[in-house]
């Protein structure tokens, strides 16, 4: 292709090639009544837009105004005479690019620069290769997750290292596609090949699966020419590496480059900007490597503090220190917390003398809940249970608080999808209930069928799958009581050790027959007979998963344990809980649960952060899977944490300072008050 080609169809149709629809409105005049009144920028933010005509590396802490930063430095820039179609801003999501050009079209009339998340550009880019013949034309929509599952599954199955890992797979859908699909986007994030990049997860043996069905969803897209959203930057960027010639073309049509949360990105994108940018184009990226808590996702902290002075040595360091949302007392226990990280810049954050002042409130507390409780409950009081967040590190948790949440009828939204009565891990638990609860008379033949393959299965005996399902559908078929029910469906051909694991689980089951039996009685002897907690261990992926598992399994019984209800009428009592729930207005104003990891980017009035103990701060995995301790990954999400709240953070942990986190005592609260 010869290169002249090239200086036709980019930048206009590189950046808006045609038939695009929902495009960059970069080259569109956008008609409005008359533009706002930038608002008053402070000398930081000044000294930013100033160096507007030199590569600048901007550190900005939370809260600090960076959007209305560069909303003042692309005004600049177009001020200057920079035409606006070489001006290319790039946001790290949607809804960041959203604001920011509805932001822009306030302030400025008529033609704006190129707004674009990097998936859009990557997009742009992809349609330009296969206009000149470098990509194949891809065929039908592009793939989302939705579509992917389906034979993300399938394959698992058909590359399972074993038939009983293919059965396993088979009955457990949710617990493999999902890391599986984890493990494949974590691929296409960078450029290493999937075997190195499982050995960098250290990811249990059982995933080996994972690997095979990368390479066969490869195979896949090659033969039916299909991609997905993670192959719009990934093949565009590998091409690049395998033809440098090629990547040259695309360089140099820019003469600058807006880039925003730049701690933000992964290998593609920090190679795709490589290549945009060129030698010609002025880049400034702004973010902040004590916020980079993305590494599962490729992100990394050396991207801003090493490769980018590397790739741009007379690059100026700028900083934004001033927060507009928190007081001093934050900002001095945000600094004191992150300075104990050696990979980050040696900014410090500092409180704008128009924020709030910030209370920030320790709480030593064996029962995290019951504090938790006494909160809401006191601002549900006053009128004030609006704009608060609880902030998990894992979001098992937040079980034990949602079912007293619901207890309390206290209004709350997940953020994780479903309740934890959902969750895969108390699917026995809750099948114990329904039997206690008499619900095999009113059940379908299918729903008994479940039920009973449930107890049968989960956690897993190691016989056959085939047997226990025939187990299930003849216990299923008998009209005698559940213990007499399942005994009598034990095949002959068993040994002697299955008869007897099997015959663990039916002598919990009998206890589902006595009327006074406590759920809490019932759960504990399931977890003593089948070691329920441990078989997590053996069928997890990660450490982390097991934990989740774990604490889930362990928030529910503690939770039964406080409400000491007889086994037969608790099913009934969590259904009128969830369906009390369901009743609320969606105007009431509800408390949000989340995690920090979702909590980036965000702010509340009032953070309430539990779990401040040694397991969770930092994070240490438990069992035979355990991964090395990130501690400064763990140090930068507790700091994204703290550093969300604007009036009120509200920090629980436990009364033996023995268990208490390192981080209680590096947050130096003393000194800052």
């Known amino acids: 292709m010869h290169p002249t080609r090239f200086s036709v169809i980019l930048p206009a149709g590189f950046f808006n090639p045609a038939g695009i629809v929902n495009q960059s409105i970069a080259s569109q005049p956008l008609p409005v009544a008359g533009a706002a009144t930038a608002p008053a920028l402070t000398d930081e933010q000044q000294a930013v837009v100033s160096g507007r005509h030199h590569h600048q590396r901007v550190i900005a802490v939370a809260g600090s105004g960076k959007t209305a930063t560069l909303l003042a430095q692309a005004n600049a820039l177009l001020d200057d005479g920079v035409n606006p179609r070489r001006l290319l801003v790039l946001m790290y999501n949607r809804t960041a690019r959203n604001d920011f050009l509805g932001r822009f079209s306030r302030q400025r009339q008529g033609t704006l620069p190129d707004v674009r998340t990097f998936h859009a550009l990557g997009l742009s880019i992809y349609r330009t290769l296969v206009s000149t013949g470098d ?10 997750d939705r579509d992917l599952e389906p034979r993300i599954w399938h394959w698992l199955q058909e590359l399972a290292t074993t038939g009983e890992q293919a059965q396993d797979i088979q009955a457990n859908r949710r617990k493999w596609v999902e890391p599986a699909m984890n493990f494949i986007e974590r691929v296409k994030s960078g450029l290493d090949s999937p075997d190195i990049v499982f050995d960098q997860l250290n990811l249990n043996l059982q995933a080996q699966p994972f690997i095979r069905v990368y390479n066969r969803l490869e195979q896949w897209r090659k033969e ?11 093949d565009p960027v590998r091409l690049f590496a395998q033809n440098p010639e090629l990547a040259a073309r695309f360089a140099d049509h820019l003469d600058h480059v807006i880039v925003d949360e730049f701690q933000d990105i992964n290998a593609c994108q920090h190679l795709l900007l490589d290549t945009v940018a060129g030698t010609r184009a002025t880049v400034t990226i702004v973010g902040d490597p004590d916020q980079t808590i993305y590494e599962f996702r490729g992100s990394s902290p050396t991207f801003m503090l090493h490769h980018f002075p590397e790739r741009y040595p007379t690059a100026e360091t700028r900083t934004l220190s001033a927060s507009f949302r928190y007081g001093p007392e934050l900002a001095r226990i945000a600094n004191a917390l992150i300075a104990h990280n050696r990979q980050r810049e040696a900014v410090q954050t500092r409180a704008h003398p128009g924020a709030a002042s910030t209370q920030v409130h320790l709480q030593q507390t064996d029962d ?51 309740s934890v009565l959902q969750r895969s891990e108390l699917r026995p638990l809750l099948a114990l209930l329904r039997l206690a609860g ?18 049968l299965s989960q956690p897993f005996p190691k016989i056959q799958r085939k047997i226990l399902r025939e187990v299930a559908q003849a216990a299923a078929r008998s009209d005698l009581p559940p213990y007499r029910a399942l005994m009598a469906s034990l095949p002959d051909r ?43 261990d053996e069928s997890a992926f990660s450490a982390q998963q097991a934990d989740e598992q774990k604490e889930t399994v362990r928030g529910f019984l503690t939770f039964m344990r406080q409400h000491d209800r007889p086994a037969v009428e608790v099913m009934s009592w969590l259904n009128d809980l969830l369906t009390q729930r369901q009743a609320q207005s969606d105007t009431v104003p509800a408390v949000r649960l989340t995690s920090l990891h979702k909590a980036k980017g965000r702010e509340w009035r009032r953070v309430i952060i539990p779990g401040l103990n040694r397991h969770f701060y930092p994070y240490r995995p438990e069992g035979h899977l355990r991964l090395p301790v990130d501690e400064e990954g763990e140090r930068r999400l507790l700091y994204v944490g703290i550093t969300r709240a604007r009036e009120e953070l509200h920090l629980l942990t436990p009364k033996d300072w023995q268990e208490q986190s390192a981080f209680v005592q590096e947050l130096g609260l003393d000194k800052a008050r």
């Open 135 to 144: 990509l194949p034309a891809w065929q039908g929509d592009i793939m989302s």
């Open 224 to 234: 039916h020419r299909r991609i997905t959203y993670a192959d719009m930057l990934h």
């Open 368 to 418: 995290e809940v019951a504090a938790i409780t006494t909160l809401l409950q006191r601002w549900a009081a006053e009128g004030e249970l609006h704009d608060v967040a609880i902030l998990h590190r894992l979001w098992a948790q937040a079980g034990r608080l949602e079912l007293q949440l619901l207890t309390d009828q206290v209004p709350f939204e997940l953020e994780h999808g479903g």
């Open 438 to 455: 008499g619900e095999l008379q009113t059940a379908t033949p299918e729903q008994r069928f479940e039920l009973w393959h449930c107890l």
């Open 494 to 536: 068993l040994s002697y050790w299955q008869q007897d694991q099997l015959a663990l689980r039916a002598d919990v089951i009998r206890l589902t027959e006595q009327p006074q039996v406590t759920a809490s009685r019932l759960f504990s002897s399931w977890l003593n007979q089948t070691d329920y907690l441990n078989s997590f």
